[in-house]
Each structure stands twice: as structure tokens, then as C-alpha cells.
């Protein structure tokens, strides 16, 4: 990770430490770095809160004041514009969203032609430009002047692309939706009544301030309440940007990203589909998911967090599965990034082929008690390598002897360090993570 841009792209509150200033020189240096050998061509999306729309102005000032042409889809989600990179003539592509973050805060996503996250060396180059220790970039003059495109048409093909992806009728079934106020809010309702679901949804009506509030894949229990109440047979709920996706079965049972990866994985080896008979997982997957698939006789590989790591992964080993349990999933015949989408569609698949309730399509996995707190602290690398809490990590692992596990990581797009414990009883994960918390708040890092 470099000094700005973390895992998922620059993400921080908005014109505070991620400002329209950065947005435009990211432009200008974007637009002049892929328009040397000629016309830069840039689709741009955003998601729904207040500020994206300043920084899509902004960017699309830089790249066009660099000679770039910016095409822009407006409201749409991260995957779409993976999609349109990777499918149409562009260089590359650029995603507005701090993804489930609040409002507040927003991120600049570098996607590359490929439709993949751009590469650690153009972003070095980037970050060097930003703080001004490159050369002065060129403005574009008279007819070499950028324009802006309104791209709507963009939006509709991925929308056909993903209606093209279901290969059942949806007919019959009810479907609970939450958009969480944030790009799916038109999109996934128009998707799942075309192909034929009854449709009932929530976190579609969007404000500017009210993404991810209290709905979405990070609420949950917004979706269960909409699936209890309504009597439906299955729902899903998006994060702000629609990279995520998680679901809720017939009796309100969360049906976690690691159950997806199960469900899918046992689906797509059923039939010869599992590349490898491999699924790629995180450090972040519970015990119960390995234990599950290794009774499927499925292998599985670990990878740190962020989808980002899955899909080079799952890139580097030619294998078709693999995602994080927070609902990244990556389905790599259809997308080179995770896609909540077609997360839902794929899974739509399985259950309709299943002919099984919701809740039953992931017996078999018995998920482990799992506990995850984050602190915000002031230096996420001092506090991982400091030898108390190193200590203090190493003596609740003997304490669990292989009956669990405790998990330090520092977020790579907050400055938070995540605390996770697994164990067989809820009560012994929060008293491990409770006291690895307390040591570092006594060591005075939170900030």
C-alpha cells in the first residue's frame, strides 16, 4: 500500500484528507500518462453520496485539461465500470465510492483496461505526482482539449450483460432487496423484476447522506426484517458500491459470504465447473467454512484480506471461486473484480436449481462463534509490531490450542486495527478480543 491509496483505492472523509485538489491532479496526471501515444479515452462512475458529484466534476476537469476524453456513466456500481473498462476501448476507468464507509467519507477507485485494479507502478506514479515531486504536467490547449461524454448507454449494456448471466426464471419467487441507499438503488430492482421475481425493496432512496445508514450488507438486520415481515423467500443486500453482497434466507438467517462460497463451490463442483476443485478464501474465512469444504471434498487457498489479493489469487492459479466472508465474491468466467450483482444471480441460480429452501442450502457448514472489533488508532504498524501486544497475542493462542484462533490486521482503508477471535463459545472470542483491545488502549495507540 502506498501513502494515499490503501487495498481499495484512496478512500478518506471528503475534503478533508481526500479533496477535490486530489481529484483533479489525479486527473491531469491519468489523463496526460495514458494520452502520450494518444487520445486518453476514461469511463468514470459514482455512487449516490453528496460528495461524489464534486469529485467526478473534478476528476473529469483533470483528464479533460490533460487532453482525455471522460465518459461518464454517473450513478452506477464498481463492478459496471470493471466491466465497461475491460469490454470497450478504454484505458482505463475510475470509480467514486468509499464502498460500505458513511457518507462522509469517499474514495477514488483505479481500474485498469483489463477491468482489474491498476498496478502498484502507475500508482507509485500517481502518489509521486500528488506530492509534487515529478515534473510539471502539460495543459492540453486548443483542439487537444478533452470533452465530456454522457455514458448512460454504458450503464444499460452491463445491465443486459447481467440479465444475460441468469439462466432461470425468477418467476413465482420472492425476492427482498436492499439497495442500501447507495448504486443499486434503481438497478437491482429493475434486474430481478425483468427476469421475473416478485420484488420487495429498501435502501432505495438515496439522499446523499443516508448511504449505508442502518441498511445494506453492513445492516443485515434491515434485510431480515424485510424478509420476516413479507414472508420472502430469500433476499440480498448490496453495499454503497454493489461490490458486496450478502443474503438472508427464508427464516432470516444471514447467509454470510463464506456460506456463499460453500453453496457455490459445492454447486459449481457438482457439475465440473470448480477449477482446480479450489476455492480462495481469506485469513478472514471461519473455521467451520474449511472444515465444511473439506468434507465436500473441496481444497481451498488463504490470501490476506481484500479482493484484491483473492483475485490475483485466483488470476496467478487459473481458479474460478473464491471471495471474502464479508460478501467480495469473485466469479472470474464473469468479472474480474467481486461483483454483488451477479453474487445474487449466481446464487439465485443455485437455489432455484436446488429446489430446496434458502435455509437449507448450506447444510453442512456449521459456522464457528466469531467476534471481530476494530480502534482506531493513530499508527497501524507500530501497534503490530509492538511486543506486549505481540505477546499478549501469542499467549491467547496457546490458551485456545488449536480450538481457535485470534487475528490481528490493520484495515487497509481505515485507519483501524481489526481485532477478530474464533472460538466454540462466543464468550471466550469477546474476552480474548477485549483484552488485546484494552492492552492497546493502556498502551495509549487508540486515537
Not at 3 to 16: H, S
Not at 140 to 155: E, K, M
Amino acid at each position: 500500500m502506498g501513502k494515499y491509496f490503501g487495498t481499495d483505492g484512496f478512500r478518506g472523509e471528503a475534503n478533508v484528507n481526500l479533496t477535490v485538489e486530489h481529484a483533479f491532479k489525479i486527473g491531469r496526471f491519468l489523463g496526460w500518462y495514458y494520452g502520450k501515444e494518444h487520445k486518453c479515452k476514461v469511463v468514470i462512475g459514482k455512487d449516490t453520496r453528496r460528495s461524489s458529484y464534486m469529485f467526478e466534476y473534478a476528476l473529469s476537469a483533470g483528464f479533460t485539461a490533460s487532453g482525455a476524453d471522460a465518459y461518464l456513466l454517473h450513478v452506477t456500481t464498481t463492478p459496471s465500470v470493471s466491466y465497461i473498462v475491460r469490454t470497450e476501448d478504454f484505458d482505463l476507468g475510475v470509480m467514486i465510492s468509499a464502498s460500505h464507509n458513511p457518507y462522509y467519507d469517499n474514495g477514488i477507485k483505479l481500474i485498469n483496461s483489463r477491468g482489474e485494479k491498476m498496478s502498484e507502478t502507475i500508482i507509485s506514479e500517481v502518489e509521486a505526482y500528488l506530492d509534487n515531486e515529478t515534473a510539471k504536467i502539460p495543459y492540453a490547449t486548443g483542439s487537444g482539449i478533452g470533452r465530456t461524454v454522457d455514458y448512460a448507454q454504458g450503464r444499460n449494456r452491463y445491465t443486459g450483460y447481467l440479465i444475460s448471466l441468469a439462466i432461470k426464471s425468477y418467476k413465482g419467487i420472492r425476492v427482498g432487496l436492499d439497495c442500501s441507499n447507495g448504486s443499486t438503488w434503481m438497478l437491482a430492482k429493475s434486474i430481478f423484476d425483468t427476469l421475473g421475481a416478485t420484488t420487495f425493496v429498501t435502501g432505495n432512496e438515496p439522499d446523499g447522506l443516508n448511504i449505508n445508514v442502518n441498511c445494506g450488507s453492513t445492516h443485515i438486520e434491515n434485510l431480515q426484517k424485510l424478509v420476516l415481515d413479507n414472508g420472502l423467500d430469500i433476499g440480498f443486500a448490496f453495499d454503497g458500491d454493489a461490490d458486496r453482497c450478502l443474503a438472508v434466507d427464508e427464516m432470516g438467517n444471514v447467509i454470510t459470504g463464506d456460506h456463499i462460497l460453500y453453496i457455490y463451490g459445492k454447486y459449481m463442483k457438482k457439475r465440473d465447473k470448480l477449477i482446480k476443485n479450489t476455492v480462495v478464501t481469506t485469513v478472514m474465512s471461519n473455521f467451520g467454512l474449511y472444515k465444511a469444504l473439506g468434507e465436500a471434498g473441496i481444497s481451498y487457498i488463504q490470501t490476506d484480506v481484500g479482493d484484491k489479493y483473492v483475485y490475483e489469487a485466483i488470476k496467478d492459479g487459473g481458479y474460478s471461486l473464491g471471495g471474502e466472508e464479508s460478501g467480495h465474491i469473485i466469479f472470474s468466467k464473469y468479472a474480474s473484480t467481486g461483483d454483488g450483482l451477479i453474487t445474487a444471480i449466481k446464487l439465485m441460480e443455485a437455489y432455484i436449481e436446488s429446489k430446496l429452501p434458502a435455509s437449507k442450502l448450506s447444510d453442512g457448514f456449521i459456522r464457528y462463534p466469531q467476534v471481530t472489533k476494530n480502534i482506531k488508532v493513530a499508527d497501524k504498524d507500530t501497534v503490530l509490531t509492538d511486543e506486549d501486544i505481540l505477546k499478549k497475542a501469542e499467549e491467547i493462542k496457546n490458551k485456545l490450542n488449536g480450538r481457535g484462533r485470534l487475528l490481528l490486521r490493520k484495515s487497509g482503508t481505515e485507519p483501524v486495527i481489526r481485532v477478530m477471535a474464533e472460538a466454540d463459545d462466543e464468550k471466550i472470542c469477546n474476552k480474548y478480543v477485549d483484552e488485546v483491545i484494552d492492552l492497546i488502549i493502556k498502551k495509549g495507540y487508540n486515537s
